[in-house]
C-alpha cells in the first residue's frame, strides 16, 4: 500500500526556515516523480515544487523560486522541502504527492499534509 507522510510543519516568524519531510512507504521512492502542493485557506491547490524521477530533474513555481529547495534522500525513502526566507504567503497545508511524472495536478498517490503558518 503506497503511503506518503509529510512532517516538518509549524509556525515560523517571517525571514525564517522551516524544512518539510515526506515519507514513502509501499514504494520505493525514485521510481516516482514527488510534487509539494500547497493549499491556503480560501486559496485553490497550487504546486509548489517537483523532483522527477531518473535524473531527478527539479521544477519550482515562480512564488518560491530562490528560496525553496526540494531534494531526495533515496537511502531513506524521503523528499525534502527546505524553505527559506519565509513569508506569510506561504502560509498553507503543505501536501507531498506522487505519480509516476511531475504534473501541475492529478498526482496519484497524496498525503495528508502538514500545515505552515508564517507569522509574527
Known amino acids: 500500500q503506497v503511503q506518503l507522510v509529510e512532517s516538518g510543519g509549524g509556525l515560523v516568524q517571517p525571514g525564517g526556515s522551516l524544512r518539510l519531510s515526506c515519507t514513502a512507504s509501499?514504494?520505493?521512492?525514485?521510481?516516482?516523480?514527488i510534487a509539494w502542493f500547497r493549499q491556503a485557506p480560501g486559496k485553490e491547490r497550487e504546486g509548489v515544487s517537483c523532483v522527477s524521477r531518473g535524473d531527478g530533474s527539479t521544477f519550482y513555481a515562480d512564488s518560491v523560486k530562490g528560496r525553496f529547495t526540494i531534494s531526495r534522500d533515496n537511502a531513506k525513502n524521503t523528499v525534502y522541502l527546505q524553505m527559506n526566507s519565509l513569508k506569510p504567503e506561504d502560509t498553507a497545508v503543505y501536501y507531498c504527492a506522487a505519480d509516476p511524472y511531475c504534473r501541475p495536478n492529478g498526482m496519484d498517490y497524496w498525503g495528508k499534509g502538514t500545515l505552515v503558518t508564517v507569522s509574527s
Open positions: 509501499g514504494f520505493t521512492l525514485d521510481y516516482l516523480a
